[in-house]
């Protein structure tokens, strides 16, 4: 009887190094990925500065913004280790658009870096306390590419000539990472 040889498990692209608050050790499997927020921006200096109490994320005219970075998607403020700092160069995460020119650029717009969220969990651990945590969602990913590319289709073929609003709900997937319990804001 012949044997099947087994691939090596996928090794996921980036891994969390929390204290235990994540069900597991391994984050993201290319498509999305959730990380304490302290420990994103230590590992991507070039993409967030923090000024004072402003959180600055590159925008289209400075040079980091070439390189790379992430579509920040926020109310404009965030928490990190309890102080809250303002956001420069994001984008408002409700946005209604008018017409199909406008939709066509806010998908390229969105499609062309990876997305970012910031999300705040209250843990079993210290119910008192909250991390802030980046949730990203790998764009380039074919599978997400995919979903959020038939998504924004089916709102823009729905609604012709009519304004448009987009929504991502990452709530469940969101909630997947934590054991349950902890508090998903």
């Not at 927020?37 to 005219?61: E, S």
């Not at 924004?152 to 990472?177: C, H, P, T, W």
Request: charged share 20%; hydrophobic share 40%.
């Amino acid at each position: 009887m012949a044997g099947t040889a087994s691939a090596p498990a996928a090794r996921p692209s980036l891994t969390s190094i929390s204290s235990g608050e994540l069900r597991s050790l391994w984050t993201c499997d290319c498509e999305l990925a959730l990380l304490p927020l302290a420990q994103l921006l230590r590992l991507q200096p070039g993409a967030f500065q923090l000024r004072g109490d402003q959180l600055v994320v590159p925008g289209p005219a400075e040079p980091a913004a070439a390189r790379g970075g992430f579509n920040v998607f926020s109310d404009g403020l965030v928490r990190l280790d309890g102080q809250l700092c303002r956001l420069s160069s994001y984008i408002r995460r409700y946005v209604e658009l008018t017409n199909y020119c406008d939709y066509k650029d806010y998908r390229e717009t969105i499609l062309s870096k990876p997305m970012l969220f910031f999300i705040n969990v209250q843990t079993q651990k210290d119910a008192s306390k909250e991390r802030t945590y980046a949730f990203l969602v790998n764009t380039r990913h074919p599978k997400i590419r995919r979903q959020l590319e038939q998504g924004m289709d089916m709102v823009i073929s729905s609604v012709i000539g009519e304004s448009y609003r987009l929504q991502f709900d990452f709530q469940e997937a969101v909630k997947n990472f934590f054991p349950p319990g902890n508090k998903v804001q």
